[in-house]
């Protein structure tokens, strides 16, 4: 079964360096989505992505974090000066259509520690 | 804005059904799905129901929808220690938004 695959699967970092999260969505999906959650709470929307830009971004998305899809197979999330608030679980999601959210793949997350 | 809330916690005996509830605010949500997390494993979608409906059953899951209440519950039946898991809750609105999560249950099957 196609999988949407995460790397790495724990990242530690200290406090106002870069980090990059890697993903690399199921191959034929054009949609791909960040999702995070901190620890003991929500899984949050940070955005998603289409046709190699930002359709849709939440208020946690600000101007420290960036999405790309550098090369038509990985899609990153790069936090430019991580903060201590950064630190949670983030999700990789891709589908394949956009018309219903039942069909979003999620990967096994990136646990980011920021020190 | 909207909300989801899940209860933090369940136990539950092999062989018992385990019940999971929530509860969202906002009455036009569209789908509500439920997702499994297994330790170190993505968030797999188990099951979902569209809003105009009040029962879904698939297998050994049944999930309830009172619309009314603003209700989602999901009975795992005959539960396994395989079982033991995050179920979390969620809710798509209209015009295919983002998914709104809760929290997330976290269910203990006790052999």
């Known amino acids: 079964e196609p999988e949407v695959t995460q790397t790495p699967s724990h990242q530690v970092t200290q406090m106002g360096q870069e980090v990059i999260l890697r993903c690399v969505p199921i191959?034929?999906?054009?949609?791909f989505y960040w999702y995070r959650q901190i620890l003991g709470q929500k899984v949050e929307f940070l955005v998603s992505f289409y046709n190699n830009e930002i359709s849709e971004k939440s208020e946690i998305f600000d101007d420290q974090f960036s999405v790309e899809r550098p090369d038509g197979s990985n899609f990153t999330l790069k936090i430019r000066s991580t903060k201590l608030e950064d630190s949670a679980m983030y999700f990789c999601?891709?589908?394949?259509?956009?018309?219903?959210?039942?069909?979003?793949?999620f990967g096994s997350g990136t646990q980011l520690s920021v020190l | 804005g909207e909300d989801v809330e899940q209860s933090l916690f369940l136990s539950v005996r092999e062989g018992d059904s385990s019940v999971i509830n929530c509860t969202y605010t906002d009455s036009s949500s569209t789908y509500l799905y439920w997702y499994k997390q297994e330790p170190g494993a993505g968030l797999q979608l188990l099951t979902y129901i569209f809003s105009n409906m009040d029962m879904k059953q698939d297998q050994r899951l049944t999930v309830l929808l009172n619309k009314k209440d603003k209700h989602l519950s999901l009975r795992i039946a005959d539960t396994q220690t395989g079982d033991s898991a995050i179920y979390f809750c969620a809710e798509s609105l209209p015009g295919n938004t983002p998914l709104v999560f809760g929290k997330g249950t976290r269910l203990s099957v006790i052999a």
């Open positions: 191959s034929n999906h054009l949609y």
């Open positions: 999601a891709s589908s394949g259509d956009r018309a219903t959210n039942e069909k979003l793949f």
